[in-house]
């Protein structure tokens, strides 16, 4: 009950709340304090992890344990405001400040005059309490990834894993000593213990989590995410009391109520009660006791017999059968087949003492001879891309539906046997008729091994009486048919239900000895065309090299007559000029002949002038030594003539 000191006369003092009050605010702060440092301590862990290891579980799990201790920090923080309050009623009155002159806290010392109005009619309890919730979502919101890997963790992990169960056994005896608290006391010690129990279960989960996590579970990581959910719906609805609690009174006489009371953390307990816990916050709330609503204690009543009622009822449903258009369904009485039900609605006893076992109605199979132990998954192949392996039906490719056969041959006139690889398909369905479902139902544990099995044992007879030239000729025709023919009157005479449609010879592969003969010609083939293309090549580069050198010699020989033809044009030209130059200047034509081939044949010559006005009356003397001997062996008499230096 709240104490309004305006309205109610009451001894405050001798009340065990108010006495106690000091001593429980300070544990309430200690407790905040350590807590909020842990809570710091893992986001800022978080957030270097993030930076080196993003997609693994350490975000997650750091920042989903440090929302749930935030969580747990606002609740410390509000029953600390209310334990705060009693505190200052108990306090000498000299030491009580009015409300025009009490500070408004940490908001108010930075706000101005105005905003400290507001902030105390809001109240800072609202403020924090908005103000951590807010910060718990917006972290849960980021880690929040359900499509992250799996991944290995380490022995890091199972030490961290060892840290958080530790700090849940401390928790845990921490919210059984608030539990045990008597609401006269402290009331809310109880609401604090709740949300004690939410950072318990999400310790506990990390830590199981982190000790089976690794590189081929999945789960563990799966669970870490989903567990910050149960601290986001507690910050919620804290932020939800925090909104609301604007809209009620706020008188300073008035003892204040815890804000952070979570009905998401009420419900952590053993057993769980739901609706008595829906009931006291409705009376607690808005003083609505659904306890004196007869509606509601005729519905307790009624329950267990309607419960009972509906129960029957679903009982009594599991006889009406649905049997799908592709299907048949066999209806057992006591476990006695009675009859065969079509497609539709149909009514039986209830489970167990009718049940209907389900029979394919004319769905038709395709099944091979013999499947490989391994078989590949078939990929379509594009339009305009390769073929794919599976199309390839090459004598030396492996193909994983074919059988392999003895067969009957002849080698230099003696008889003898051959293996070949033979892919036998068959199209089957169960028969239409109601006594085909019966047998292929009871008669039959697996029908696709039946008709395998009988097709092998049907093979290795038709195959003992054919030949390899048979197979390969004329009999290939009539095999199909009388294999399936075999097939169907075995499975027949065993009663299996089974409806041989028609059956395919995919593909016959002779044996290895004709596969090589065949290879070997093939190889002789494609050997002879490519001699013969090797060989018309080289004809053609001979042909090609011949005519090229043709060509260039006759090239030649015309730019080499057709140089001298213009030399002798040229000659003749200069000829007739010259001719012509004589008849018209005669001598003087001669003579500049003569002056242009002195001047044309003295143009690099090294010249020595003498001249008589040198030396006086004296002749020039010539130094002979600096002329070097001419090849011609006449020419030194020559040069020592006295006329030859002039």
């Given at each position: 009950?709240?104490v309004d000191l305006e309205t109610q006369?009451?001894?405050?003092?001798?009340?065990?709340?108010?006495?106690?009050?000091?001593?429980?605010?300070?544990?309430?702060?200690?407790?905040?304090?350590?807590?909020?440092?842990?809570?710091?301590?893992?986001?800022?862990?978080?957030?270097?992890?993030?930076?080196?290891?993003?997609?693994?579980?350490?975000?997650?799990?750091?920042?989903?344990?440090?929302?749930?201790?935030?969580?747990?920090?606002?609740?410390?923080?509000?029953?600390?405001?209310?334990?705060?309050?009693?505190?200052?009623?108990?306090?000498?009155?000299?030491?009580?400040?009015?409300?025009?002159?009490?500070?408004?806290?940490?908001?108010?010392?930075?706000?101005?005059?105005?905003?400290?109005?507001?902030?105390?009619?809001?109240?800072?309890?609202?403020?924090?309490?908005?103000?951590?919730?807010?910060?718990?979502?917006?972290?849960?919101?980021?880690?929040?990834?359900?499509?992250?890997?799996?991944?290995?963790?380490?022995?890091?992990?199972?030490?961290?894993?060892?840290?958080?169960?530790?700090?849940?056994?401390?928790?845990?005896?921490?919210?059984?000593?608030?539990?045990?608290?008597?609401?006269?006391?402290?009331?809310?010690?109880?609401?604090?213990?709740?949300?004690?129990?939410?950072?318990?279960?999400?310790?506990?989960?990390?830590?199981?989590?982190?000790?089976?996590?690794?590189?081929?579970?999945?789960?563990?990581?799966?669970?870490?995410?989903?567990?910050?959910?149960?601290?986001?719906?507690?910050?919620?609805?804290?932020?939800?009391?925090?909104?609301?609690?604007?809209?009620?009174?706020?008188?300073?006489?008035?003892?204040?109520?815890?804000?952070?009371?979570?009905?998401?953390?009420?419900?952590?307990?053993?057993?769980?009660?739901?609706?008595?816990?829906?009931?006291?916050?409705?009376?607690?709330?808005?003083?609505?006791?659904?306890?004196?609503?007869?509606?509601?204690?005729?519905?307790?009543?009624?329950?267990?017999?309607?419960?009972?009622?509906?129960?029957?009822?679903?009982?009594?449903?599991?006889?009406?059968?649905?049997?799908?258009?592709?299907?048949?369904?066999?209806?057992?009485?006591?476990?006695?087949?009675?009859?065969?039900?079509?497609?539709?609605?149909?009514?039986?006893?209830?489970?167990?003492?009718?049940?209907?076992?389900?029979?394919?109605?004319?769905?038709?199979?395709?099944?091979?001879?013999?499947?490989?132990?391994?078989?590949?998954?078939?990929?379509?192949?594009?339009?305009?891309?390769?073929?794919?392996?599976?199309?390839?039906?090459?004598?030396?490719?492996?193909?994983?539906?074919?059988?392999?056969?003895?067969?009957?041959?002849?080698?230099?006139?003696?008889?003898?046997?051959?293996?070949?690889?033979?892919?036998?398909?068959?199209?089957?369905?169960?028969?239409?008729?109601?006594?085909?479902?019966?047998?292929?139902?009871?008669?039959?544990?697996?029908?696709?091994?039946?008709?395998?099995?009988?097709?092998?044992?049907?093979?290795?007879?038709?195959?003992?009486?054919?030949?390899?030239?048979?197979?390969?000729?004329?009999?290939?025709?009539?095999?199909?048919?009388?294999?399936?023919?075999?097939?169907?009157?075995?499975?027949?005479?065993?009663?299996?239900?089974?409806?041989?449609?028609?059956?395919?010879?995919?593909?016959?592969?002779?044996?290895?000895?004709?596969?090589?003969?065949?290879?070997?010609?093939?190889?002789?083939?494609?050997?002879?065309?490519?001699?013969?293309?090797?060989?018309?090549?080289?004809?053609?580069?001979?042909?090609?090299?011949?005519?090229?050198?043709?060509?260039?010699?006759?090239?030649?020989?015309?730019?080499?007559?057709r140089e001298i033809q213009a030399e002798?044009?040229?000659?003749?030209?200069?000829?007739?000029?010259?001719?012509?130059?004589?008849?018209?200047?005669?001598?003087?034509?001669?003579?500049?002949?003569?002056?242009?081939?002195?001047?044309?044949?003295?143009?690099?010559?090294?010249?020595?002038?003498?001249?008589?006005?040198?030396?006086?009356?004296?002749?020039?003397?010539?130094?002979?030594?600096?002329?070097?001997?001419?090849?011609?062996?006449?020419?030194?008499?020559?040069?020592?003539?006295?006329?030859?230096?002039?």
């Amino acid at each position: 009950m709240q104490v309004d000191l305006e309205t109610q006369r009451v001894d405050v003092a001798g009340l065990p709340r108010f006495q106690r009050a000091a001593f429980h605010a300070g544990r309430l702060q200690r407790w905040g304090g350590g807590l909020l440092g842990l809570a710091v301590l893992g986001l800022v862990a978080a957030l270097f992890v993030d930076l080196f290891a993003a997609l693994t579980l350490w975000p997650v799990v750091l920042v989903n344990l440090s929302c749930a201790l935030l969580v747990v920090v606002a609740g410390l923080q509000s029953a600390c405001w209310v334990s705060r309050w009693r505190e200052d009623v108990l306090a000498p009155p000299t030491l009580v400040e009015t409300p025009e002159t009490a500070p408004a806290g940490f908001f108010a010392a930075i706000l101005g005059a105005r905003a400290r109005r507001l902030l105390q009619q809001i109240g800072a309890p609202t403020l924090w309490l908005a103000g951590w919730s807010l910060l718990a979502l917006y972290c849960l919101a980021q880690v929040f990834n359900l499509a992250l890997p799996a991944t290995a963790l380490g022995l890091s992990a199972s030490v961290f894993a060892v840290l958080l169960l530790l700090l849940a056994f401390a928790l845990l005896v921490l919210e059984r000593q608030l539990a045990q608290e008597h609401p006269s006391e402290w009331p809310e010690a109880g609401a604090v213990a709740q949300l004690l129990r939410v950072a318990i279960l999400c310790l506990l989960v990390g830590a199981l989590c982190l000790l089976f996590g690794s590189d081929s579970a999945l789960w563990p990581v799966r669970l870490a995410v989903l567990m910050g959910l149960l601290p986001a719906l507690v910050a919620g609805e804290l932020l939800l009391r925090a909104l609301l609690s604007l809209f009620s009174p706020q008188r300073e006489a008035l003892e204040p109520r815890l804000l952070a009371h979570s009905f998401v953390a009420d419900l952590l307990r053993w057993p769980p009660q739901p609706l008595l816990s829906l009931q006291n916050e409705l009376h607690n709330r808005f003083g609505i006791d659904l306890r004196q609503v007869w509606a509601f204690a005729y519905m307790r009543r009624a329950f267990l017999p309607i419960l009972g009622l509906i129960l029957a009822v679903g009982w009594l449903l599991t006889g009406v059968h649905e049997i799908s258009l592709h299907n048949r369904g066999i209806y057992e009485r006591f476990g006695k087949p009675v009859t065969v039900f079509g497609p539709g609605l149909h009514l039986g006893l209830p489970w167990p003492l009718g049940r209907v076992l389900t029979v394919e109605n004319g769905v038709v199979h395709e099944l091979a001879t013999s499947v490989g132990e391994t078989p590949q998954p078939i990929e379509p192949a594009a339009a305009e891309g390769p073929a794919p392996a599976i199309a390839n039906r090459l004598w030396d490719a492996s193909h994983v539906n074919d059988k392999s056969q003895v067969i009957a041959s002849g080698d230099d006139h003696q008889q003898s046997f051959q293996i070949v690889n033979m892919d036998v398909r068959f199209v089957y369905r169960i028969g239409l008729d109601d006594v085909a479902a019966l047998a292929a139902t009871y008669n039959s544990n697996d029908v696709p091994a039946l008709i395998r099995s009988t097709a092998s044992r049907v093979l290795v007879h038709d195959f003992a009486s054919r030949t390899l030239d048979g197979l390969l000729g004329e009999d290939r025709t009539r095999l199909a048919e009388d294999i399936g023919h075999a097939v169907q009157a075995d499975l027949s005479r065993l009663d299996s239900g089974v409806e041989i449609l028609a059956t395919v010879v995919e593909a016959i592969h002779p044996p290895a000895g004709a596969a090589n003969a065949y290879h070997g010609v093939q190889a002789a083939q494609i050997g002879a065309q490519a001699l013969i293309s090797r060989e018309r090549g080289a004809a053609a580069e001979q042909t090609n090299q011949a005519q090229l050198q043709a060509s260039e010699v006759n090239d030649k020989a015309r730019a080499t007559a057709r140089e001298i033809q213009a030399e002798a044009q040229t000659a003749d030209l200069r000829f007739v000029a010259e001719q012509k130059a004589y008849a018209g200047a005669g001598q003087a034509f001669i003579l500049e002949q003569y002056f242009g081939q002195l001047i044309q044949g003295l143009g690099k010559a090294q010249l020595l002038i003498l001249d008589h006005r040198l030396g006086g009356d004296s002749a020039p003397t010539l130094d002979l030594r600096t002329f070097t001997l001419p090849a011609d062996p006449l020419a030194p008499r020559k040069a020592a003539q006295p006329g030859a230096a002039h």
